[in-house]
């Protein structure tokens, strides 16, 4: 598997498996400028796989065929996978002897490569998520107002430790809808009615309502709704 990064002119391989341990291993950062060649690189980045014999000079590629010989290869094709017109990595598939790819196969190493590709896709998407949550909740965490995040319908899904210090309610007595037992029963319809308003064209809204502490007193507060 090579990772590629064309800006920094690197690729990196990240994942190799040798049916022989005494093949060297070609894993680590290499430059793309000198393992392949212009030509080389703008048929992967068009997306074009490439059939590689190690006993036939290859235009695409920098790497002589006795330093190809000498990894173990003898017969090789190359995949590449393409994101948004930039190309992301290169599947690399050899055999130790010289064989005639056939088309099923050209195929399925195709079909793996965008298996492969998506499967990388959805793992970055998730640990952005991840991180991005993290920092939310670093940063809630952090302020002294009471705090809380709702989806789309009202319904709550994440409180700050202020909040569960002020209310004395637990988490799943807050969760969903729960949170509007601590409005004052005579502000909670104005806040609804505006919250729905501004998260139908997007916008930030201040309002004030009343909430009832863990003693059962109810205090003013100004509300910030992003």
């Known amino acids: 598997m090579v990772f590629v990064h064309q800006e920094a002119?690197?690729?990196g391989i990240t994942h190799e498996w040798r049916e022989?341990?005494?093949?060297?291993s070609i894993a680590g950062i290499h430059r793309i400028s000198v393992n392949f060649t212009e030509r080389g690189t703008q048929h992967y980045k068009a997306g074009k796989f490439s059939i590689i014999?190690?006993?036939?000079?290859n235009p695409l590629s920098k790497t002589s065929t006795d330093r190809v010989s000498k990894l173990g290869l003898h017969s090789m094709i190359d995949v590449p996978h393409i994101v948004q017109g930039q190309w992301t990595f290169l599947l690399t598939i050899g055999r130790s002897k010289a064989i005639k790819w056939r088309k099923d196969e050209i195929q399925l190493i195709q079909e793996l490569t965008t298996r492969i590709?998506?499967?990388i896709e959805r793992a970055r998407a998730e640990e952005a998520l991840r991180i991005?949550?993290?920092?939310?909740?670093?940063l809630a965490g952090a302020i002294p107002q009471v705090g809380w995040a709702n989806n789309d319908k009202g319904?709550?899904?994440?409180?700050?430790?202020?909040w569960f210090e002020y209310c004395g309610l637990t988490y799943e007595q807050s969760y969903g809808l729960g949170w509007e037992a601590i409005v004052h029963p005579d502000d909670a319809p104005v806040p609804k009615e505006r919250w729905r308003e501004a998260l139908?064209?997007?916008e930030v809204f201040d309002t004030e309502y009343r909430l009832k502490d863990a003693t059962g007193v109810y205090k003013w507060h100004i509300g910030r709704n992003i």
């Not at 022989?20 to 060297?24: F, K, L, M, R, T």
């Open 9 to 11: 002119d690197q690729i």
């Open 20 to 24: 022989n341990e005494n093949i060297p």
């Open 53 to 57: 014999n190690a006993s036939e000079r």
């Open 117 to 119: 590709g998506i499967r």
């Open 132 to 138: 991005s949550e993290e920092r939310f909740q670093t």
């Open 155 to 162: 319904e709550a899904n994440y409180f700050n430790s202020r």
């Open 200 to 202: 139908a064209v997007g």
